[in-house]
């Protein structure tokens, strides 16, 4: 599989060089010179890995990071030429998956591009046990067949119960909202003081984890919304 890399810096130099190298490598790479053009490019290309700066003019590389974790679950690697501590732990806390210091070695680089790609890679072939069947502990989802089991046993869901543990099982790791839930699974506006997610998460919760002997699934951020661990 071609691998394509986003590579968002300010720098031309670094840009171009990045490019060289992962090109030799056998990458493709797409490149940005700012949090904006990263995020158009983002939305208009299949990206698998993105290589982002942290210190950018229009909205920096945190917040780039924030912005891509609230639709994308792909590896980012950033980029700082600040080494201390609490740079990295911001850089991982806003969704990074690894941090190299400027000026950096241009194989540790590709070492760890390559070991983030591969984890992602064994990751999905882990989580995904078929194309249309989704293996978190002990519950499998079948998307084909509509259906859910926990320990071998059958959970009768609802179209709606079903589709909320669908969008959570496939954004493992993200928190959604209720109000975002309500808008992609009703498709429709969300008012406040409706409570609809809540009755059919407690409904699905439920018939989930009768099964699991106590162990969650499907975990609150009280005021914040759900989500399902990686």
């Given at each position: 599989?071609?691998?394509?890399?986003?590579v968002?810096?300010?720098?031309?130099?670094?840009?171009?060089?990045?490019?060289i190298?992962?090109?030799?490598?056998?990458?493709?790479?797409?490149?940005?010179?700012?949090?904006m053009e990263?995020?158009?490019?983002?939305?208009?290309?299949?990206?698998?890995?993105?290589?982002?700066?942290i210190?950018?003019?229009?909205?920096?590389?945190?917040?780039?990071?924030?912005?891509?974790?609230?639709?994308?679950?792909?590896?980012?690697?950033?980029?700082s030429?600040?080494?201390?501590d609490?740079?990295?732990?911001?850089?991982?806390?806003?969704?990074?998956?690894?941090?190299?210091?400027?000026?950096?070695n241009?194989?540790?680089?590709?070492?760890r591009?390559?070991?983030l790609?591969?984890?992602t890679?064994?990751?999905?072939?882990?989580?995904?046990t078929?194309?249309?069947?989704?293996?978190?502990?002990?519950?499998?989802?079948?998307k084909?067949?509509?259906?859910?089991?926990?320990?071998?046993?059958?959970?009768?869901l609802?179209?709606?119960?079903?589709?909320?543990?669908?969008?959570?099982?496939?954004?493992?790791?993200?928190?959604?909202?209720?109000?975002?839930?309500?808008e992609?699974?009703?498709?429709?506006?969300?008012?406040?003081?409706?409570?609809?997610?809540?009755?059919?998460?407690?409904r699905?919760?439920?018939?989930?984890?009768?099964?699991?002997?106590?162990?969650?699934?499907?975990?609150?951020?009280?005021?914040?919304?759900?989500?399902?661990e990686?």
């Open positions: 599989m071609n691998n394509n890399i986003l968002v810096d300010d720098e031309k130099e670094i840009r171009d060089l990045l490019e190298n992962l090109k030799n490598e056998g990458y493709s790479v797409f490149k940005a010179s700012c949090g990263a995020l158009d490019i983002l939305h208009k290309e299949e990206i698998h890995l993105i290589v982002l700066d210190m950018m003019p229009d909205i920096d590389g945190l917040e780039v990071c924030r912005k891509v974790r609230e639709n994308y679950n792909i590896p980012i690697l950033m980029l030429a600040k080494a201390e609490m740079d990295k732990i911001q850089g991982i806390m806003t969704g990074a998956d690894d941090y190299v210091c400027k000026p950096f241009q194989l540790e680089l590709t070492v591009i390559r070991a790609l591969r984890r890679y064994f990751l999905n072939i882990k989580m995904q078929s194309e249309n069947q989704i293996r978190i502990e002990s519950m499998v989802i079948d084909s067949k509509h259906m859910v089991t926990v320990e071998d046993n059958q959970v009768d609802t179209a709606r119960e079903f589709e909320i543990l669908y969008l959570l099982a496939t954004n493992r790791g993200r928190v959604f909202s209720a109000e975002e839930i309500f992609r699974v009703w498709k429709e506006k969300y008012f406040q003081a409706n409570n609809t997610v809540m009755v059919h998460m407690s699905l919760r439920d018939k989930i984890e009768q099964y699991m002997e106590g162990n969650k699934i499907i975990h609150t951020l009280w005021g914040v919304g759900y989500k399902i990686k």
